[in-house]
Structures are given as structure tokens and as C-alpha cells.
């Protein structure tokens, strides 16, 4: 590496203030336009590949998503530095009902129609023109957070590459019974007309009524009393069951009840789901329109009644009734059995009620011929990834969400009654009744030849094509294709970065596809991040106005600060906090490394390019630290702690490189030993270079800047520079801790000067007190580090036996005792004060680990260096505490 040379010119070109967005843009552009993204080769010899979570067509970038981007391209730019062939696989999804539900509004808006006033074939065009125009802005929005995938990779999940994947799986499975067509109860949406998912059902509490209402038992003078929170569903009654163990009701089953209204005779059946404890004991059963009726249904072979139309009106099945809506029906049917003396009371009651997250209008069980595949063995599979180990969460507790669906798993819905998606590849001849599935669209009947084919009109679910994609976005199936992209290498990918509100919905679907479909897991690790709330720690919601928009925080603060913001809070917490005064926090700290960079150029030319083998302690010491840094770094990024990542170089930057090296360096950069000097500037220019490399994968922006005006003319850019390593011969224990000591007591002076409200320039006396012989030499060979830095004209460093001055103020830290003697004209009743309230603090400190030395469990279960760690901080407080004492003693002397 050749040396470092920067022109006075060069320096002063240096902008005083650091200016975000004209950077940004500046880099973002040299990036893509160098094919930095690119995966490309390097050291390791591995590669590593992240899948974007595909963001829906209509989205725009919000909080979560700025989280996800930070998360992601973080690892991403890591692993690409730390020497792996890395791939970020970009795309989009079509969110077939939130898609299709945007343009519906903008047509009826626009024209006063709606879909069904055209073709299917002309709303289509009508959602591909939208998705044309106002689809993917959020891609564009992401390269504003500075995201680094290979966006020549992109794909939508309609595309046709796409659709030849959803197609093959489908015929597959179809072919190997697992997808059948068959009549069930599904969460019927009234507003879409549409069967939705449980991952689109939102519960919210609705102020209710339980309706008790007499049923007559056939033949005889008993009524069973039964309550319902929808009356209106008798009317599709098929049973009353009782449990079998209830003796007040055993022995009516097999009798007959008469339901009101309809006087329809049903059996009386006994089925333990029926909770002895709960309400009557008795339930009435509408197995077309209640999830836990329909499975007493099936257990009992009863007859399925449909009340309902698909908008969410009464059929014609309900006589009188036929024609209301369910709110108007459940007034009626009240009133009309108060009229034949059925009616028994009502009771208020407060209850969840499923609300479609689209629509937002009431969920409707129905029963209808629906799509569904069998998960049962597919899910057993995908458990056992995770259970034995070969696809880790982090954190691990997430682990237990993911279980909870995969242990009792329902068969998967996969049909929705909408335009937009991928068409379900099933045909039907209307001539000799065949029905088969195909990978191409078919124009005449595989049995008969007859051109008198339909299509099924209805669409798959959006997570089944989302469920392929790890496999999609690498070209599967098509052997060209999955070459080209590099299927062999990255496939099965790395990691999957997630919030935990989709881990049944998409992650479990994504690791029974895969397993299903290629025998192998779709990736390694599943990172699951935060939740972005507020700064008082709500959700982010239109409606509270509490939301944050990532784009206007990065024109206020830049990405970089934005980034740290985020990267800082995540790691293995459940809600990430957002506060702008955090934001404007971290800006500060990315000043600051603009600021200590300006401070340090001049003297960088002076710098060699290889690190001396002379240092002296406070280089031994800066070296060692950042050595240890680099090792948390290393290893915190490994766990997806990128929380301590953040806190470890900050704590540096801020505590170690500009408060203390860059200090104690200045009269070493001005003094007349030119050897110390060249010294000194090649230790700084080297910590900076790791610094900044260190920073790179968070903070992209700055670093890079930064690093232009660091780097040699033949290095390249910082995005594929090496990330820095730990190296066991850059770690001067000693040295390290002794310099920490030395900083320890200095700042202690510090705090007694500012106590006495001495001025900045006014020199004073100290003494120190010290057990330890090699601190007590190393403070004497320091001297002039005291005077530089806490202005210390005469300094006495003695062992703790030694006559300690009377009149002084004083501070014990574990290892030394620090005095400034006063003259008389200072009160000491000040000091005594602090002394007192330090002497309280200490006491405090002694006593929890007192208690946790005395708990048998932390003894026996703690490793002995813990336990050794504890005891010696122990003895540390108990010294401290002695020394304060004393000390109280002679100052009240």
C-alpha cells in the first residue's frame, strides 16, 4: 500500500459541514453505475444470499420498511466485505386484493363503475396500466435509505417467470391429490365478495349481545335455553348438542328439538366440544356458518345450510327474511321470536368480531366450494427444519409463533374470488366432465379433444406465489435460467430478515414450499426485527398521526443518521422506539466523524501506510481498543446484534478516538519530535481507515466520502474493501489497562476541579494513592499526560499507606484515591457532602453483590469466572469504600 498523500488544496476542499443528501446522491449513482451491487467473488470463497420480503406494488416506504432496508443491506454489505460472494435478490409483490381493491376505488371514482362492468380481460389491462404507472415507487424509495441489492435480479410475483413457477408447483401438487377442490368454511369477505385469509382478518372488540332463546324438544314440555351472539344464524340451525357428560342433558340425545322460527325438527346430538361450564350447556349448530359448528357438522354428518349471499345478504333459503343484511335481520328475527314466546333475555356482552383488514367490513363464516391444499405432511416437514436445527430463528424465542400454526396446521384455502392474481390452472370440459390441471393455458380438452373448455375463474392466494419466491427469484424452474442466476450457489439462501407479524402467514408457507418442492430448506437463519412504534411506544397509524415518514427524516437528517438510528435499536427487542431527538442524536455523531476527520487530515500526509513497531503506550492502547471493538463488531453482526455493533463503535468514536487519542495527540501532531510525529500520524490515519471501514456497512454514505479522501490511488471503493478482522498482535492488554486507569483518574481531577469551580487555566497540586506498583511507576512516567490534561502543576503518586493530605478534596475510584489539598479558603462542607452521597452509592453496590454471592442458585450456576469476576469487583468497592471513610474522618476532622 502506498503512502498517503493530501495536498494543503486537497484538505480545504474538505467541506466544514458535512451535507448528507448532495453525498448520497453522489454515491448512490457511482454504486450502481460501477455494478457494486454485483455479487461478485472474494477471499472466503462462500457465497450468501438475502431475499427481499417482496413489498406490495402498492406500497410507499414506511417506518418498517426503512427498518427492513437498514437491517438487510447492513448484512448484506458486511458479508460482501468480509469476503463472500453476496446477493441481495430485490422484487415486488402483487398483493392480488390490496392491488385489485386500489384500482376498483380509482374506477369507481373516476368512471362511477365497478369490475364487474367490464370484461375480465379489461379490468386486467385497467391494473396492469396502474401498476405501470404508480406500481414500485417503493423500490426507487429504497435506494434513497441507500439499499445495495443486485436490482438486475428484480422480479414481480406476476411476472411470467413467476407464473411458471405457481403453475409447475400447482399441477404438481394437484397431481399428487394434495390440492383439492371441496365445499368449507372460509372467511367470506362481503365487501370484496372474495374468501380471504386468516392472515387478513383483523379481531376487533364490538359491543354485543348474548341472545338467549328457548328451543322446544319434540314431544314434550322441555325447552333447552340456549344463548347466541347471532340470532339470525338459526335460521340455518341443523342440531342442538349437548355435552355427553352433563347429566342436566344426556339424556336427550337422540331426541328431536324444534328451531324457532323455522319450526325445522334437528337431532339432539352429544359432542364433548361443548363446554359443560360455558353459557347453557347447550349449542345450537349452523355448520354453514360457524368454524367450530362446521366441524361438529362433519363429526356428525349433518346438513349444511347457506343463509347467506355472497354480499353478505339473507338468501332466499330465510323466507321472510331474504333480501336484509344481517344487522337487519338480527333485529327482526328478535322481534319475531318475542312474538311466538321464544325469546328468553338479553345479556350485554363485549366480544371479537373478525373485520376484513381491506375492507374493513364484518367477516362472514361461509361454507363454499373452495381450492384448498393438504399442509398436514408439508407442515410436519417444515417443523422438523427448525426443530433439528437446520433453520435457526434469531432470537429464539420466535421460534415458539412459528410452532403454534406448524403443530396444528388447517388445510390451506388457496382460491380468492378476484381478477388480479395468478388464475388457477384447472380446466373444465363441458362435454365429458373431465377436469385437469396444466402447466399451459389449453384450448380443447386433454380427454375428449372438445373445445368447449372454461378456465377456473378464481385466482391462488398471493402467498402461494409469495411462498415460491426464495426458489423463483433464483430461476427455478428453468434450468437456463436458474443458471444464469446462480441457483447451485445461492440456493438454499442465507438468511431471511422479518417482522414477526408474518412468520405463519409467509415464513412457515415459504419453508413447506421449499422443502416440498426442492427437498431443502430455504434458508438458514430468520432474523426477526422489531416492530417500529412511536417515541411513546404505539403502533404507527394513520389515525393517531404518529407516523414517520423515512423519506422526509432523510432529507432533515440524512440516511446515514437514519440508518444508525435504526441499526442501533435493533437487535433482539420486540418494539423499536422512534424518536427524532435519537435521530438528531446520531446525526450529531456522524458530525462528529466528519468533524474529527477534518481535525486529523492535515497532519494524514505525514502518515506512513503500515503501522510503526515503536508505539508507545497511549498508540498500544488506542490499537487495542479498537482491536476489541473490531472483535464485538465481528461477532455481534455473526448473532444479527446489531444493536451492540452500534453502541461498541460509538462508544469508541465518541469515548476513546475524539475525547482522548485525538487530545492526547495534539501536542504530540505540534511538538518539535518529528520520529513521534510521523508516529503518531500513522496510528491515527490507520484507526481512521478502520473506523470509517467499520462504519461502512451501516452508515454507507459517509464512510465512502470519506473514505475517498483516505484512500490510496489504487485502492477501489470502500463498498468491496475488507472489513476489519480481529488480530491477537494489536492487543496490549497491559497497556490498554493501564491507559483506562490513567483516563479514570484523569477524569476524577476533572470532576474535582469542576466541584471547586476552578477556571479551565488554573494549574493545581494532586496526589494519588495506589496498591498497585505497576501504576504507581506508570502515573509517575505520565506526569506530563496530568499536566496536559487535568493541569497539574506538582503531582505526588504515593502507595495508599502513605500520610493522606487533611484538608483536600477527594475521590476513591477501585484502584486509586485521588486528592487536590485545598487552601483554608474553601468550606468543605461541600465535599463532605458528595463524599457522603458517594459513600451511599458504593454501600448500595456492595450490597447486590453481597446478595448475589449469597444466592446458592448463582453460585451453582454462574461459571467461575463469572463468579471470580464478581468477587474481585467486590473486593474493588470494599477498598473504594475503606478509602472514602477514611477520608470523611480526616475531612471532618
Known sequence: MGSLIMSADETSNISTTYSPNEVENKWYKTWEDGKYFKPRPGKTGESYCIIMPPPNVTGRLHAGHALDVTNQDTLIRWKRMKGFESLWLPGMDHAGIATQSVVEKQVQAEEGKTRHDFSREDFLKKIWKWKDEYGGII???????????????????????????????????YNEKLIYQSDYIINWDTVLQSAISDAEVEHKEVKGAFYHINYAVKDSDIKLEIATTRPETLLGDTAVAVNPNDERFAHLIGKTAIVPISNREVPILGDEYVDIEKGTGCLKVTPGHDFNDFEIGKRHNLEIINILNKDGTLSETTGEFKGLTTKKARKLVVEKLKEIGAYVKEIEHVHQVGHGDRSKSVIEPMVSKQWFLDVQDMSREALELVQNGDTK????????????????????????????????????????????ASETDETSCSKCNSDNITQDPDVLDTWFSSGLWPMTTLGWPNKERM?????????????????????FFWVARMMMMSKKVTGEKPFSDIYIHALVRDKLGRKMSKSLGNGLDPLETVEEYGADAFRFTLAAGSGYNRGLNLDPERISGYRNFINKIWNAFRFISPFLEKGESTLPTDLDQQEKWILSELNEVTKIMNDSMEEYRFDDSCSAIYGFVYDKFCSWFIELSKNVLHGD????????????????????????????????????????????????????????????????????????????????RSSLNLKPKEEISASLFTDQADLLEFFKSTEKGFADLAKVKSLTVQDKNAQKPTKSVMKATTHTEVFIPLDGSIDLTEQIKKLEKDLLKTEKEIEKLDKKLSNEKFISNAKDEVIAKVKEEHKDLTEKKSSIVENLENFKS
Open 393 to 436: 430463528f434469531f432470537p429464539k424465542q420466535w421460534e415458539n409463533t412459528y410452532y403454534s400454526w406448524l403443530k396444528e396446521p388447517r388445510n390451506w384455502c388457496l382460491s380468492r374470488q378476484l381478477w388480479w392474481g395468478h388464475q388457477i390452472p384447472v380446466f373444465n370440459c363441458g362435454d365429458c366432465s373431465h377436469q385437469w
Open 673 to 752: 519530535d518529528e520520529a513521534a510525529m510521523i508516529r503518531r500520524a500513522s496510528v491515527l490515519k490507520y484507526s481512521y481507515r478502520q473506523i470509517v471501514t467499520l462504519l461502512h456497512p451501516i452508515t454507507p454514505f459517509i464512510t465512502e466520502e470519506l473514505w475517498s479522501h483516505l484512500k490510496d490511488k489504487d485502492e477501489d471503493l470502500l463498498i468491496i474493501q475488507d472489513y476489519p478482522e480481529f488480530d491477537k498482535s494489536l492487543s496490549f492488554d497491559k497497556d490498554q489497562d493501564m491507559m483506562n486507569k490513567f483516563i479514570e483518574v484523569v477524569t476524577s481531577l476533572r470532576n474535582l
Open 139 to 173: 423500490a426507487q424509495q429504497q435506494k434513497t435509505m441507500g439499499a445495495s441489492p443486485d436490482w438486475d435480479y428484480s422480479m414481480f410475483t406476476m411476472d411470467p417467470e413467476a407464473n411458471e413457477a405457481v403453475r409447475k408447483v400447482f399441477v404438481t401438487l
Open 483 to 503: 443458471q444464469e442466476r446462480g441457483y447451485d450457489k445461492f440456493f438454499p439462501t442465507s438468511c431471511l430478515v422479518t417482522g414477526f407479524d408474518i412468520i
